[in-house]
């Protein structure tokens, strides 16, 4: 058999940071292979090098657009270490704070889908109501996407005044929206004509495969760590996990879409019940972890992202694993992408959601 | 009467006449064309292709200087901007790229990682700055820069090539 | 040697040059007025025409490049120059109505009002780029495809009726005319993917032969009805025959089977494969710079106003439309009203980009095979029946 | 390690009984056994690791790997591989994380691939085999991931490798 092996990426509009090496027969992907490492900068020894609270910064450059849940799981391994119990006023404004940045990044996702699939309105409207969240967690930490808000012990400072009223009004805004991103986008039959039953990660597959996030939640498991294994306030909020059966590159949309609405959810009810009270432990000097280990995870944006930090009681740590979810989601690319079309290849491919700054720390 | 040495003059202020009525206006129709239509490479090196996508967005949106969100082929692009950080393993392609766009190319460093390796300057694969393998026309700091930061950038680079001339 | 940096500066500098280009002509003018007898000739027309623009216009005419000449129509209007600035506007007017739809502001900075001058820069631009091909091109071949290509855009304007009177060639059988033109597109996008020598140009290439041929069937099959209906391959009397009753009205399958077909030929979203740029780059585009892609991308919009004004001319009454200039401009009233029309379906077609993603090439195919085919063979039976009915007068 | 007094003296019962049965099945091999609320961790000799991630999946019922970790140890010569192991199909164990490690000689560090327990780890072991040079036998593909093509110096995260300026 003889086949046409094309690169596609680094430089390719439909691959960012990032190769697939593909293997065509006619024009069916018989192979594709990822060649990650375009963006690997070394971030687990690079924090052997760094105490931990100049870790901070330091860790939400691989998904600067997620920092918050990437910091979430960082902080909450070194506080398992240095046994600390946040206030809960922090916790909930870590929890808005996440949610935020789930909506920030999921805008995202649906931005450069639509510009996968040849959708240039759909590349568009979702970079604008991208800003209006971003708006609201500027208020709240004064940065636009590299927030460094959540600190071992607690978030960096209060709310403002008015980031109630801001937020809820981007979220009424962005309600009706979502809607309108239905009718263009995710119900536009030409889309489902491309996405539907392409792709398909079955039930036991994504099991087997260790997938993570609204990949596994579209291919039929109900698992999300903020339910399974509720951190910070979690337990007291009411919210619903999206789940699709369907498992093909529409439902990781799908589920995508709901998520933005459950995340909505979140915040009105953390905004409405958050208590009063201090919103960080008063740590004065430089932290110190006492030698031990653990491994904390929490649910990002795009799935189960893990610490596992290790200390020998130094200044920094002795050993940082940081496991990303589209590292993990990685392991489906080849999966997913043999026996597709070339042209099922850019959404196929970013139905999973994989950013490859991550997946390469 | 024309000997040689009034020749010359005659024909150096024939040359001055010329570039005064023809080159002149000429390099700025052509510089006035470049300065709207920069056209970026799509070549994202690392985490500051978050920002520049919401600069293409409709808060910032660059095409109001004629500057497409994304274009497809190298060949026709004249900007490439440098997202962040470069690594050992995209140093070779960066450089590659570079070197297949056509005259007149520019380069926009944005990033802290672009200009000096930034929060990773200890790393051992990130490469300290990409003004060590190839040549950089503005730089734009910030972690990441914020759009406004961009927009500066790309006027400034339109300054540059205003100034310019005309090869 | 003073440099210009800033506008007025530039418009200074060209009223300069200008004005001593100017005060050169005269001087010229004025030496040689007595002495050469066509300048002479020249300048008593010119002075004529200063009371009666007429005289001007006939004295052009006889040296054969006046208004009513061959050569005018076929350069300026309703020929190439024409087209050239219609593809221009719509590629300026593209970008900023999508950019409206993307709630955005779009191209604003090149040019007075709006960015209007935004494609003329990009058009610079590209003019004064390297221009590269890959080593081991097919240089010839490499390097006439956007010619081709324009020259098939323009080849369409030829038999284009604009208006009653001003054709550049009125045949016959200009509707076979139009499918021979249409016909020799697929080959220039193939030789332009295979002289690239590269692998995506190669791939989009074939997509845009598979894509083509695919809808040039049922196009020619809803174009067939309307020739059925008219009775006539000529475009001038498809037009006149559509006098009292658009054939969109009698055949609105026919309508839509011809404007889908259109979309596919003139690849735009939703079928714009052999260029999608997520997949392929940019198709066969993909080795073209400088001004080599800037003619291939002027050939495509001189298509696009070429194709848009065949769908004008085949269904929506080429350039019937009621009277609304002072009598005495009745072609300028068939010009304007056949150009208002051919706009509006370019943008029709626009809006579609704005608001659709991109088709697959498996699903495409069937899309023309299997859907595009039959109706326009239903199409084709009722216009029959029409015809036999004696419904169409 | 070190742990509040509270835990060491009442484990969380749920997470004993299911490291009860792995104790009682590889015996002595079981080096050491910490358990924190929904956190376990299991020592296991470096030859009876497979037998372990056995027991831990068909028995267990834990599915998938969340990751692979390396711990370099210079002061020991050794090196710690390190599985953390989590479960999709069981929903009452969805919020554990079974931490199976086991110590390598670090002149030799071969250990045998899980992967064909759990197909999920295969990045992560590619990933960890090049960053800290552990090998693990039997990976279909133990081949470079991350790291630049022309990368010529030892694992990077190997304590005796210095990153430049450090």
């Not at chain 3, 006046?66 to 020929?79: E, H, Y």
């Not at chain 4, 390396?70 to 999709?88: R, S, T």
Request: hydrophobic fraction near 45%.
């Amino acid at each position: 058999m003889s086949t046409l092996s094309i690169s596609v990426g680094p430089q390719h509009p439909g691959s960012g940071h990032f190769r697939i090496m593909v293997k065509l027969d006619g024009d069916r992907i018989v192979e594709a292979l990822p060649d990650p490492g375009y963006v690997h900068r070394g971030e687990e020894k690079l924090a052997e090098y760094r105490n931990y609270i100049q870790n901070i910064p330091h860790f939400e450059r691989p998904i600067v657009h997620d920092s918050s849940n990437i910091l979430f799981a960082y902080v909450s391994a070194v506080e398992d270490l240095m046994k600390l119990e946040v206030p809960e006023r922090g916790q909930y404004i870590r929890v808005v704070m996440a949610e935020l940045n789930r909506i920030i990044a999921h805008l995202y996702y649906m931005a450069i889908y639509g510009i996968f699939v040849g959708h240039s309105t759909m590349f568009m409207w979702p970079m604008g109501d991208r800003e209006l969240f971003i708006d609201v967690a500027q208020m709240i930490s004064g940065q636009r996407v590299t927030f460094a808000f959540l600190l071992p012990g607690g978030v960096r400072n209060d709310m403002p005044e008015g980031v109630k009223e801001r937020a809820e009004k981007a979220c009424d805004y962005f309600e009706k929206r979502l809607v309108e991103y239905e009718k263009i986008f995710i119900n536009n039959p030409l889309f489902e004509r491309r996405t539907r039953g392409m792709g398909v990660l079955t039930k036991q597959d994504a099991i087997r495969l260790g997938v993570v996030g609204p990949t596994l939640r579209a291919s039929g498991v109900k698992a999300d760590l903020r339910k399974d294994e509720p951190y910070a306030v979690y337990d007291k909020l009411d919210f619903d996990i999206p789940v699709s059966q369907d498992g093909d590159s529409w439902a990781r949309a799908w589920v995508h879409m709901e998520e933005m609405r459950q995340s909505m959810a979140i915040i009105r009810q953390a905004l409405k019940d958050m208590p009063s009270g201090p919103v960080k432990l008063n740590l004065r000097g430089q932290i110190r972890a006492p030698s031990g280990e653990t491994f904390a995870r929490t649910e990002a944006s795009r799935g189960a992202l893990s610490f596992y930090l290790v200390s020998n009681g130094g200044m920094m740590p002795y050993r940082v694993r940081l496991i990303t979810p589209s590292f993990r989601n990685m392991i489906a690319i080849p999966h997913i992408l043999k026996g597709l079309l070339l042209a099922d290849l850019p959404p196929a491919f970013w139905g999973l959601d994989y950013w490859p700054v991550e997946a390469d720390r | 009467m024309v000997n040689g040495a009034t020749s010359n003059i005659f024909v150096g202020k024939l040359k001055d006449i010329l570039q005064y009525s023809v080159k002149a206006p000429l390099r700025y129709v052509v510089n006035w064309g470049r300065i709207y239509s920069l056209w970026p490479v799509h070549l994202e090196t690392a985490c500051c292709s978050v920002e520049w996508g919401a600069t293409s967005g409709p808060r910032f949106d660059v095409e109001r200087w004629g500057m497409l969100a994304a274009f497809g082929s190298m060949r026709q692009c004249d900007v490439l901007i440098i997202l962040g950080t470069v690594n050992r393993k995209m140093a070779p392609r960066v450089k590659m790229i570079y070197d297949q766009m056509p005259e007149p190319r520019y380069v926009i460093a944005f990033g802290a990682c672009a200009l000096s390796g930034g929060l990773y300057f200890d790393s051992y694969n990130v490469l300290p700055g990409v003004d060590t393998i190839i040549p950089v026309d503005i730089y734009i700091s910030g972690c990441p820069p914020r759009p406004e930061e961009f927009i500066q950038g790309l006027i400034m680079l339109q300054n540059k090539i205003r100034a310019s001339s005309v090869r | 040697m003073s440099e210009i940096r800033t506008f007025p500066d530039f418009v200074k500098r060209l009223v300069i040059v200008v004005g001593g280009l100017v005060i050169l002509l005269v001087v010229l003018f004025g030496v040689l007025v007595n002495t050469v007898p066509v300048v002479s000739e020249f300048n008593d027309v010119l002075l004529a025409s200063l009371s009666n623009p007429g005289v001007m216009l006939a004295y052009l005419d006889s040296l054969g490049v006046g208004l009513n000449s061959t050569i005018f129509r076929i350069v300026v209007f309703p020929g190439f120059t024409w087209a050239a600035l219609i593809a221009a506007e719509v590629i300026w007017f593209e970008r900023k109505f999508l950019a409206k739809m993307q709630l955005r502001v779009g191209p604003l900075y090149a040019g007075v009002i709006a960015g209007i001058l935004q494609p003329i820069a990009d058009m610079i631009k590209l003019l004064f780029k390297e221009l590269t091909a890959p080593a081991r091109a097919d240089k010839l071949v490499f390097y006439s495809i956007p010619l081709l290509l324009n020259a098939i855009g323009a080849a369409l304007l030829a038999v284009l009726p604009v208006s009653e009177a001003w054709i550049i060639m009125r045949s016959d059988v200009s509707m076979l005319v139009v499918f021979a033109v249409i016909g020799f597109a697929p080959i220039t996008v193939l030789l332009a993917g295979w002289a690239s020598n590269s692998k995506f140009p190669f791939i989009g290439a074939l997509r845009g032969l598979h894509q083509m041929i695919a809808f040039e069937i049922p196009m020619l099959i809803a174009a067939l009805s309307v020739v059925l209906l008219a009775g006539t391959l000529d475009l001038v009397n498809i037009v006149q025959a559509q006098s009292s009753i658009w054939f969109i009205v009698l055949m609105p399958m026919g309508a839509i089977v011809f404007f889908c077909c259109l979309l596919a030929e003139l690849e735009r979203i939703p079928f714009d494969l052999p260029e999608a740029e997520s997949e392929i780059v940019m198709g066969y585009q993909t080795e073209y710079s400088s001004m080599a892609f800037g003619n291939l991308q002027l050939g495509v919009y001189i298509r696009f106003y070429a194709m848009a004004g065949i769908f004008t001319t085949l269904f929506l009454g080429g350039w019937h439309g009621p009277m609304i200039l002072p009598a005495g401009f009745e072609i300028a009233n068939q010009v304007e009203w056949f150009t208002l029309k051919t706009l509006l379906v370019m943008v029709f077609m626009i809006v579609l980009r704005g608001v659709n993603p991109r088709f697959r090439m498996d699903q495409l195919l069937r899309f023309g095979w299997a859907r595009l085919l039959v109706l326009a063979f239903v199409n084709l039976f009722l216009a029959i029946l029409i015809l036999q009915m004696g419904w169409f007068p | 390690m070190s742990e509040t007094p509270e835990t060491e003296q009442k484990p969380p019962e749920r997470e004993s009984k299911l490291v009860d049965g792995l104790t009682a099945k590889l015996g002595k091999d079981v080096l050491e056994v910490d358990i924190k609320p929904k956190r376990i961790k299991v020592k296991v000799k470096p030859e009876r690791i497979k037998d372990a991630a056995e027991y831990i999946k068909n028995e267990l019922g834990f599915d998938h790997v969340a990751s692979v970790s390396g711990v370099d140890y210079p002061n020991d010569q050794e090196l710690e591989v390190i599985y953390h192991i989590a479960a999709y199909e069981r929903e009452d164990l969805r919020d554990l994380v079974v931490a199976l490690a086991a110590r390598i000689p670090r002149q030799d560090p071969k250990t045998p691939t899980l992967t064909d327990i759990w197909p999920s780890s295969e990045y992560s072991e590619r990933e960890t085999y090049e960053m800290i040079g552990i090998i693990f036998e039997g990976h279909p593909k133990l081949e470079r991931l991350l790291l630049p093509e022309d990368w010529d110096d030892i694992p990077p995260l190997r304590k005796e490798f210095k990153n430049p300026g450090r």
